[in-house]
């Protein structure tokens, strides 16, 4: 009961310190909007390209609402010595990296509705699997916010975070298959694309909004859960090496 | 009954050694100093009785424990102040207490009660609803003391309370160890302030270059220059052939030249100051001051460093140490 109060406490003074500022907030509305609508005009067509546009722009929302964030936020609180004061309490260090990531988390999937909001007033959105969207959009935001995790234990500074978080990032968008298919990727760049996390979350939301997959959603859903506990259990092992040395 | 052990502790960062074979105990309800210049491997200490850092060799004790490979167990025992504050410069006073309180597991209530009993104590009241990062250096290091006791710990580590903040803050903040000490909380004290240290802590470890050159109570500690009488002398132009004129006319005291033109004079016994000053104006040497020096533990740790404290303090304040 008393690690929960702790692991809660984290949770909302993040969300209150960094994920709802102005800043973050507007960023979270208006980068989806901004996507939404770039993909929608290239894409040339008319509103019946929404729900193939739609995984894309979702995750992307995800992505980059959540490596960078986290990413600069922990790098800032250990630069500061703030965290310091949270690896002091008496909790289990995952439990306590559950709950630095946990607002990450939540501030990911919540970018993930803005768009399908959007979409709800353009498209007919009756034929969507949502019991496979809302799982996909929590591990997508779970391995994102993971990836930045990673990322803000192999950096000591919060413009390298930035740097590092963007070197991952923006290859990620080409390779996941969001908006060009794996299949058309040159072959030697394909085993790449079954490296990245978002591969697997991207397949399972283009399933669920156009049957558009081309995995088992079984085996998306594995293989994500997979990727998951790999950075999660990565992130772990070195913060003890780096951070606790 | 100690509280805490630590035995033959050792830090080696890529080949360099921080810390080397320390040990010591600390008694509950006692104030223990931990005391040495800069890189002496204080903060290393600290870091691995704490769990912030994990010892290359060496055991830590908590209550007679070993914990040194699960410290996250004994975590709930202690309190840290860091030498720079850490708590968060966006939330305020009240906010940042009730969150390190929230650390502990304290209920809702529980933690905004003791926050609002610590704020009046430490005179925050006024400053609960202000956000960190607009309090000043005294008022900051009040409030990351307040955040290291609030959820009662039985140890608390200081890591330089005092440093770089004003005379009045840092009187108050003594006054709230030694409230402190007498509620039974434990000590671990690490400070530049020699006579802080000497008016505050029972018992003192001093540490160079990773190794502790003598731990003892402070009464131990003084109790062989107490016996001794000093006098130092401030006169123009002291030069080792005075100081060798001046050991064969006074051939009981021991003399040494000190930095800015002093010169301190050593006896077992009463040092009769008139036949010095009569014997430097002989030899054209004005004598400008004379004043008996008290026994204090600053000698026990320049005898025992061969560091003044004074250039240990000026050394730490340039670099902004403190709250």
């Not at chain 1, 739609?54 to 959540?66: D, M, N, Q, R, Y």
């Not at chain 1, 975070?161 to 794996?182: D, E, H, K, V, Y």
């Amino acid at each position: 009961m008393k690690r929960w109060v702790a692991f809660w406490n984290i949770v909302t003074k993040d969300m209150r310190a960094y994920y709802l500022k102005p800043p973050n907030v507007s960023w979270g509305l208006i980068f989806p909007f901004a996507w939404t609508a770039m993909f929608f005009i290239k894409s040339g067509r008319g509103l019946e390209s929404v729900l193939s546009v739609l995984p894309g722009v979702v995750a992307i929302s995800i992505l980059f609402g959540t490596t960078s964030m986290l990413a600069v936020t922990v790098t800032f609180e250990k630069k500061s010595r703030s965290f310091e004061r949270l690896l002091l309490a008496p909790i289990p260090l995952e439990l306590l990296m559950l709950a630095k990531t946990g607002g990450a988390i939540l501030f990911g999937m919540v970018n993930a509705f803005v768009p399908v909001i959007a979409a709800l007033f353009l498209a007919d959105l009756s034929g969507v699997s949502w019991w496979q969207v809302v799982p996909a959009v929590a591990l997508i935001s779970a391995s994102s916010t993971f990836l930045g995790l990673f990322i803000a234990v192999a950096v000591s500074e919060v413009f390298e975070a930035q740097t590092f978080s963007n070197f991952f990032r923006f290859p990620m968008i080409f390779l996941c298959g969001l908006f060009f298919p794996i299949s058309a990727l040159p072959v030697f760049l394909k085993p790449l694309a079954y490296l990245i996390p978002l591969t697997y979350g991207a397949d399972i939301l283009h399933g669920a909004f156009h049957r558009g997959n081309t995995l088992p959603i079984g085996l998306d859903f594995a293989l994500i859960s997979i990727s998951c506990a790999v950075l999660f259990y990565l992130s772990i092992r070195n913060i003890h090496r780096r951070w606790i040395q | 009954m100690a509280i805490l052990e630590a035995d033959g502790l050792r830090k080696h960062f890529n080949g360099i050694v921080a810390v080397d074979g320390v040990s010591f105990a600390v008694a509950e309800g006692s104030v223990f100093g931990f005391l040495g210049p800069n890189g002496a491997g204080k903060t290393t200490t600290i870091n691995m009785l704490t769990g912030l850092a994990r010892p290359t060799a060496g055991r830590i004790l908590y209550e007679g424990n070993d914990v040194t490979d699960r410290l996250k167990q004994a975590q709930h025992l202690m309190g840290v102040v860091p030498d720079e504050s850490n708590l968060y410069p966006e939330l305020t006073g009240f906010e940042n207490l009730c969150f390190c309180a929230a650390l502990y597991g304290l209920a809702k209530a529980e933690r905004e009660a003791r926050a609002h009993r610590l704020l009046e104590s430490f005179g925050l009241t006024e400053a609960a609803g202000r956000k960190f990062a607009g309090y000043s250096k005294g008022m900051k290091r009040k409030l990351a003391i307040a955040a290291g006791i609030i959820h009662a710990p039985r140890i608390l580590f200081l890591d330089e309370p005092t440093a770089g903040i004003d005379v009045a803050s840092a009187r108050n903040i003594r006054q709230l160890i030694d409230e402190l000490r007498r509620g039974g909380t434990t000590i671990f004290l690490t400070t530049h302030y020699i006579e802080e240290a000497e008016r505050l802590c029972d018992r003192i470890a001093f540490i160079v270059k990773g190794r502790i050159v003598r731990i003892d109570d402070v009464a131990a500690l003084l109790k062989p220059i107490q016996d001794r009488y000093v006098t130092a002398f401030t006169a123009r132009g002291v030069t080792p052939a005075l100081v060798e004129s001046l050991r064969a006319a006074f051939p009981h005291l021991d003399f040494e030249i000190q930095p800015s033109d002093q010169l301190r004079a050593e006896s077992a016994a009463p040092i009769t100051i008139g036949p010095i000053v009569r014997f430097f104006e002989e030899q054209g040497h004005e004598v400008t001051e004379a004043r008996r020096v008290q026994p204090s533990l600053e000698e026990v740790f320049v005898r025992l460093t061969g560091i003044e404290s004074a250039a240990m303090k000026k050394e730490k304040e340039k670099q902004g140490g403190g709250a």
